[in-house]
C-alpha cells in the first residue's frame, strides 16, 4: 500500500519537485523535445519556483543517458573556488571554517554552464525554446507556496525565517522576498521582474547568433560569464566584500565527464565522480554484495545494522580520499574493486556497531590506516531539488539542481539570484584531499543516479538530503532490486540514515554511531539499537 499511485506512462515521464516545473518539463516532451530539452527547461523553472532550494547562482551536476550512443556522460555542474580564495587568505582573515554563509563562501556560479552544455551536447532545442517558461514565470509570477513562504520547522530557510537577515543585512533580498517590508502570503502571486529581464538578456544574445543553434547558446554563455551579467555579478561581490572576481568568471568552464560504475547483480549503477559523493554509493554496493540482504529481511534490525555499518566504512573512505581529481589523484579505481570490498567487509561486525571512524587503504591493501575520530557537532540543513526526465527514445537525465539558496547569500542587484556558498565545504588544510585551493571544486554531496539492465535504461532517480543522498537513494534502490519493490512502494519505504561521519557542511563535524531511524520503523526494531551505538 502506498500514499500516491504508480504512474506509468510510454512517451515521457518528468520527476521535479514543484508541480509547475514538472509540467513545463511535459509541454517540452510534448513540443517535441528529449529528455535533456525537458530536464534543463524544468531546472531553469525549479530556480524561479523554488529560490530557497535553488538558483542559476547554484549548481546542477547530472548524469545522462544517449540513446544514439548508448552511453552515460557526467556533467560536471560544481562551482569553483575563486582564485582569491586560498586557506592562507581565510586563516589571515582570523577563520578556522570557511563561513557557512555570505559572499565568503560564494563560488562562482556553475548551474547555468552545466544547462547550457547539457543542452548543446544532448539536447535538440534553444536556449529561448527551453528558458522562455522561466521567465514567463518570473515575469508574470506564481502562487507562492508554503515551502518557499514558511513557517515551517522543517523548512528553516524560508522567506519567514529570514526576515531579520534580509532586513538587516540583505536589502536585495529584501527588497524582493519581503515587498513594502511585508512577508507574502500564501496563494500571492509572486513575481521577480529583474530575473525575467536576466532571461531576457540571455534570449536576446541567443537571437542575435540568427539561427545557429550551438552560437545562439555560446553567445548566452558569454553574456553571462564575460558579459553583462557577469560584470553585475563581479561588481556586486566585490562592492560587499566577496572573493570571485570577473576574471573568476570568465575562466569558469563545465566539464562533461566519464562517470564511475559498478555492476551489481546484473545492474550496471553510474554515479559522477569523486568530486561528488558519488562513488560512495558504489563503495556500499561493492561491501553489500557480499551479503544476503534479502534474507535478513527488508527494514529488519540485522538489515539496518547491515546497511549502516557498511555506509560507515564507505564515508570514511569518502573523507579520506574524495576531492577534485583535476586536483588531486584520488584512487577512485581502488576504491571501487572488488578485492578492497572484500578486504574491508570483515571490518562490519554482525552484533555491534562501529563508533569510529575507520577508512582504509586501497593502494596499500590495508583494510585501515591511522584516522582520528570525529567529534560532535551541531545540525547543518538546505534545500535541494531533483529532477529526472526520460522521453520515448529512452533517452534518460538525472539532475540534482540545488545552491545559491536566498537563505545562506544576498541576491545580487539586478540579476536577481544569490550566489552558491557550497565552497564552505573545503577543509582549510590544504593537504586534506578537500583541501581549499584556488580554481578548485569543492567535494559535493550531490549525486544524481542512473541505471541500465542488460544494456537498456532502468532507471534515473536521486533525492535532496545533503550526506543523507546517498544512503537514502541507495535503500530505494535496494528496495527495488533486492526486494522486488514497485518503484512507489520503495520510494515510500521508511529510511535511516547515520550521522557517524564527518558532515560535509558547516561545522563539518560528526555524531559517532548516532542512527535516524523513521517512526515508522516497529519499535521492536529500533528497540535493538537503543543504547548499542548505533
Known amino acids: 500500500m ?55 547562482g547554484g549548481e546542477s551536476p547530472m548524469l545522462i543517458y544517449s540513446a544514439d550512443t548508448g552511453r552515460v556522460s557526467a556533467i560536471n555542474g560544481n562551482t569553483a573556488a575563486a582564485q582569491r580564495a586560498t586557506p592562507e587568505w581565510f586563516t589571515e582573515q582570523g577563520f578556522e571554517l570557511i563561513p557557512r554563509d555570505g559572499l565568503l563562501a560564494a563560488g562562482v556560479p556553475a548551474a547555468f554552464g552545466a544547462l547550457v552544455t547539457a543542452l548543446e551536447r544532448f539536447g535538440t532545442m534553444t536556449l529561448t525554446q527551453v528558458a522562455t517558461p522561466a521567465m514567463e514565470l518570473a515575469r508574470d509570477g506564481f502562487p507562492m507556496h508554503p515551502g518557499l513562504r ?104 563545465t566539464h562533461v565527464e566519464a562517470p564511475v560504475t559498478v555492476n551489481y547483480r ?20 561493492r561491501l553489500l554484495e557480499g551479503f544476503h540482504l534479502r534474507d ?53 561486525d554482525p552484533d555491534r556497531a562501529s563508533l569510529t571512524l575507520r577508512p582504509g587503504d586501497p593502494l596499500g591493501g590495508h583494510a585501515l590506516r591511522a584516522a582520528d575520530a570525529p567529534l560532535l557537532g551541531r545540525e547543518w540543513q538546505r534545500g535541494t531539488v531533483h529532477v529526472d ?50 580554481g578548485k571544486r569543492p567535494r559535493t554531496t550531490l549525486t544524481p543516479s542512473l541505471v541500465m539492465r542488460d544494456g537498456k535504461p532502468f532507471m534515473a532517480f536521486g533525492t535532496m538530503g545533503l550526506d543523507q543522498q546517498d544512503q537514502w537513494t541507495l535503500q530505494f534502490f535496494l528496495n527495488v532490486v533486492e526486494f522486488d519493490m514497485p518503484v512507489q512502494a520503495a520510494i515510500e519505504a521508511p529510511k535511516f540514515s547515520s550521522k557517524h561521519f564527518p558532515s560535509s557542511t558547516y561545522p563539518h563535524a560528526a555524531e559517532p554511531g548516532v542512527l535516524r531511524v523513521e517512526g515508522r520503523i516497529p519499535y521492536d526494531v529500533k528497540a535493538r539499537f537503543a543504547g548499542q551505538g548505533t
Not at 509541454?27 to 524544468?42: C, F, R, S, T
Not at 554515479?271 to 554509493?281: E, H, I, L, M, Y
Not at 538489515?303 to 580520499?321: C, G, M, N, Q
Not at 557550497?422 to 586534506?432: E, G, S, V
Request: include cysteine.
Open 266 to 285: 546484473g545492474y550496471d549503477v553510474y554515479k559522477c565522480g569523486p568530486w561528488s559523493q558519488g562513488p560512495v554509493f558504489l563503495q556500499q554496493l
Open 296 to 348: 535478513l529481511g527488508h527494514n529488519s534490525s540485522d538489515y539496518i545494522h547491515l546497511v549502516t555499518e557498511a555506509s560507515k566504512l564507505a564515508f570514511a573512505d569518502r573523507e579520506a580520499y574524495y576531492g577534485d581529481p583535476r586536483f588531486i589523484d584520488v584512487p577512485t579505481e581502488e576504491l571501487l574493486s572488488p578485492a578492497y570490498a572484500e578486504l574491508r567487509r570483515p571490518l562490519i
Open 150 to 253: 514558511g513557517p515551517s520547522d522543517y523548512l528553516a530557510f524560508s522567506i519567514y525565517h529570514q526576515q531579520e537577515k534580509f532586513q538587516d543585512r540583505w536589502p536585495t533580498s529584501a527588497q524582493l522576498y519581503l515587498p513594502q517590508g511585508k512577508l507574502p502570503e500564501v496563494g500571492d502571486v509572486f513575481r521577480n521582474p529583474d530575473l525575467a529581464q536576466t532571461f531576457e538578456r540571455l534570449l536576446q544574445a541567443e537571437r542575435a547568433a540568427a539561427g545557429d543553434r550551438r552560437a545562439g547558446l555560446q553567445a548566452a554563455l558569454d553574456v553571462f560569464y564575460r558579459g553583462e551579467i557577469a560584470r553585475q555579478i563581479a561588481d556586486f561581490v566585490q562592492r560587499e566584500g566577496g572573493l570571485p572576481d570577473l576574471a573568476d568568471l570568465a575562466a569558469f568552464e
Open 2 to 56: 502506498t500514499f500516491r499511485p504508480t504512474i506509468m506512462g510510454t512517451h515521457g515521464m518528468v520527476a521535479t519537485e514543484h508541480y509547475l516545473s514538472a509540467l513545463i518539463g511535459v509541454q517540452v516532451l510534448k513540443q517535441g523535445g528529449n529528455a535533456v530539452d525537458a530536464a534543463v527547461a524544468a531546472i531553469f523553472a525549479e530556480g524561479v519556483l523554488n529560490p530557497h532550494m535553488h538558483t542559476l
Open 389 to 438: 526526465v526520460v522521453d520515448a527514445q529512452r533517452n534518460m537525465i538525472s539532475a540534482t539542481p540545488s545552491g545559491a539558496w536566498i537563505a545562506d547569500s544576498p541576491v545580487v542587484e539586478g540579476i536577481v539570484f544569490p550566489l552558491g556558498t557550497r565552497i564552505q565545504m573545503f577543509d582549510l588544510d590544504a593537504a586534506h584531499p578537500n583541501g581549499l585551493a584556488p
